[in-house]
Each structure stands twice: as structure tokens, then as C-alpha cells.
């Protein structure tokens, strides 16, 4: 089995600010898996939120040792045993390894977990924070969407969501990106929020504060959906009191296995279950469509938002995500013009 990575620099449609940072160019490292004649493709979306660089992506996929006679299941346990600091890397190699498989068998990789087959569903699109102006320009050319995300977490945030809802009657949905860093201040800025159309907030405030945010859930009627609060498997039982939903992230627990488990915990606790990304490729938007049938909410726009991405796959159009068909993630290289 061959293990090919590189890095690419995405290049951003706007700059993109959120409550902890700002950027125009996002670097991610893209992975062909070859063996047998059959190649898989995976990505890594790394995180500094989460400790990852592609450095960090590179030099764990450069220590990998595979077992001599590869099987899907052996190597994804084998990775992930070292994969803690590294999920964006453990995705890579999870992605790449479930479109060779399902490449291998002709078959897409929704079915090879189980799963119900993909369905056309709508998706939000993210407007970063900006000037109330430019953001109200983005949400103008974001009109064919039918569900907007708004990044808060900033001293003028709530200026911001009235800036969008001014010009909008489209359900919203408030990422804060742990950007509320007392309960009170929260409490402040939600009471405002409810009654403005506000569909969920994404992480009120910073991970570990579980139990500010099981107390403000108690107070208002806007349901929590965790991101940063959820990584892996391992972080789900304590988000019970605290939040209504989960937002996966192939790119935070390590890929379709691991996102295949949070499924099931979330469905068993009667919570929701949200499809998040990061900015990512088609390559990492294609895995996570795969899981579509199994969605409450969709956010997949990860490759909406940049300007060269070097597959085709799974396409917002007109606001609505279409997953990819064909076996394994269903991607294929973008011709170049
Ligand atoms: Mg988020």
C-alpha cells in the first residue's frame, strides 16, 4: 500500500473572520492511497484549534506503519490508537481508505457503512464576521440559500445578526465559537437573539464550560448544538445536559468510522446530529456527504468557499447540496481549463 501526501494552500473567497481568528489562506494536505490498481483519495483539514499544522498532518502520516496484508478495519484501528492530537490526519488516511474500498467493491461509501442512502438537502453557508455592510453584501449573494450562518462571538456581534436580519427573512443559525466567556454575558446575548429567527447556537461558550451552558440551556428556548465541546466519541456523555445536538466534524473525531459511532450516540441519547466542516476540498465535503442520510442539519460548505479546489464532488446549487454519486466518496480531479 502506497501513501502519497502533499500540501495545497486554498485560497478564499473573502477572508474569513471568526470569533478567534482571521485568515484568507487555509493550508490542507490532500492523500492518494494506492494499492492493488486502485487509488482512494482522502484530506486533512488541520486545526490549530486543535493542535494540528501540516506539519503535524505530514510527519504523522510519514510515521504510519500499515500491517503486511492491509485490511480496512486492522488499519483504521491501527491508526487511530496513535491518532489522539492528529484527528485531521486520522480523517486523511480513514477518507483516503474508505474511497479505496469502496472503489475496490463499486460501491459508494454510504453503503458500505450502513447507512441510509444521501439525499438532495439544503445547506447553510457561513457569513464570517465583517463590517455590517460587507456582511450584508455576502448574505446578497448568498440569496439562493435557504438557512445562513452567522460567526458571532465579538463585542458588536449582535449588531452584526441584526445588520443580516435586516436584509433576510432566511432561518439563521449563530456559530459563537466559544466566543461567550461568562454565563451572564451569554444569557445577555441570547435573551437578545430569541425571537429573530435563530434556528440553533452553535458553542455558546468555550468547551469545558459544560455546566455554564446546561445552565443557561435551562433559561432560554434556542436549542445548543456542541462543536468545539465535541471531538470524539469519548467527550459524548457529558454533553447531555448541556446541549440539544452535536455538530460532527469528520475532520475532529477522525473520519467516517468514528463519525458512524457519533451517529449512533447521538441517535441514542434523541439528539441531533449536524454534518459541520472546516474549509476543506471536495474530497472532504464528498466523505462527509456520504453521511447525509443520517443528517438533521447540513453545513457543508467548506469547498463553497474557496476559489481552487482541485476535485468535483458533492455541489451546493442554488442552496441545495448534491451529494456525489459513483463508488467510494465519488470525487473526481477537476479538469483543469
Ligand atoms: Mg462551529
Redesign the pocket.
Known amino acids: 500500500m502506497n501513501i502519497a501526501a502533499e500540501t495545497l494552500d486554498l485560497h478564499l473567497r473573502h477572508t474569513f473572520t471568526i470569533s478567534r481568528s482571521s485568515r484568507s489562506l487555509v493550508p490542507v494536505v490532500l492523500v492518494t492511497l494506492s494499492h492493488q490498481g486502485v487509488q482512494g483519495v482522502g484530506e486533512a483539514s488541520p486545526s490549530t484549534r486543535y493542535g494540528e499544522t501540516p506539519e503535524s498532518v505530514l510527519s504523522f502520516l510519514r510515521n504510519l506503519r500499515f500491517p503486511q496484508e492491509p485490511e480496512v478495519g486492522t488499519i483504521l484501528d491501527a491508526v487511530s490508537r496513535d491518532a489522539e492530537g492528529n484527528r485531521s490526519a486520522q480523517a486523511a488516511i480513514d477518507i483516503a481508505l474508505h474511497d479505496w474500498s469502496g472503489r475496490m467493491l463499486g460501491t459508494p461509501v454510504w453503503q458500505l457503512l450502513g447507512l441510509p442512502a444521501p439525499v438532495v438537502r439544503p445547506t447553510s453557508l457561513t457569513i464570517g464576521i465583517d463590517k455590517p455592510e460587507i456582511m450584508r453584501q455576502k448574505v446578497g449573494e448568498a440569496s439562493a440559500f435557504r438557512v445562513l450562518k452567522v460567526k458571532v462571538g465579538t463585542e458588536n456581534d449582535l449588531l452584526l445578526v441584526e445588520a443580516v436580519r435586516r436584509v433576510t427573512d432566511t432561518p439563521l443559525r449563530v456559530?459563537a465559537?466559544e466566543g461567550w466567556k461568562s454565563k451572564e454575558l451569554a444569557l445577555e446575548k441570547i435573551r437578545a437573539l430569541e425571537g429573530m429567527g435563530i434556528e440553533f447556537i452553535?458553542?455558546p461558550m468555550p468547551a469545558a464550560c459544560l455546566r455554564d451552558m446546561a445552565w443557561l440551556r435551562e433559561r432560554v428556548n434556542i436549542p445548543f448544538i456542541a462543536?468545539?465541546s465535541l471531538r470524539t466519541v469519548e467527550d459524548f456523555p457529558q454533553l447531555r445536559e448541556a446541549f440539544d445536538g452535536i455538530?460532527i466534524k469528520l475532520m475532529k473525531c477522525g473520519g467516517l468510522r468514528p463519525a458512524r459511532a457519533l451517529i449512533d450516540a447521538a441517535r441514542g441519547a434523541s439528539m441531533k446530529v449536524m454534518l459541520?466542516c472546516m474549509i476543506e476540498t471536495s474530497v472532504g465535503i464528498s466523505a462527509a456527504a456520504q453521511l447525509l442520510g443520517a443528517a438533521d442539519y447540513v453545513d457543508l460548505d467548506g469547498n463553497l468557499l474557496i476559489t481552487n479546489d482541485p476535485y468535483d464532488g458533492a455541489a451546493a446549487i442554488d442552496g441545495l447540496l448534491h451529494p456525489p454519486t459513483g463508488p467510494g466518496i465519488g470525487v473526481r480531479p477537476r479538469s483543469i481549463a
Open positions: 456559530d465559537n452553535e458553542q462543536d468545539e455538530n459541520g
